[in-house]
């Protein structure tokens, strides 16, 4: 997604409000990562390159 998608998207739920996956999708943000920061760079080999 890019910022534009994103704007529209909040207009939207501004709007009409959230419906029960939207939720789901504001939870899973609010929760925060449930990997490490770490451990993700250890799951991409992109990110073994960067860490190396």
């Keep these: 997604m890019v910022g534009h998608d994103v704007e529209e998207f909040i207009g939207v739920v501004q709007r009409y409000g ?5 939720q789901r999708l504001i939870d899973a943000a609010k929760a925060g ?6 451990n993700i760079a250890h799951a991409c ?3 073994l390159k960067v860490a190396a």
């Excluded at 959230?18 to 939207?22: E, F, N, P, T, W």
């Excluded at 990562?33 to 770490?38: C, E, F, G, H, K």
């Design 18 to 22: 959230a419906s029960l996956d939207v």
């Design 33 to 38: 990562p449930s990997v490490a920061r770490a």
């Design 45 to 47: 080999g992109t990110c």
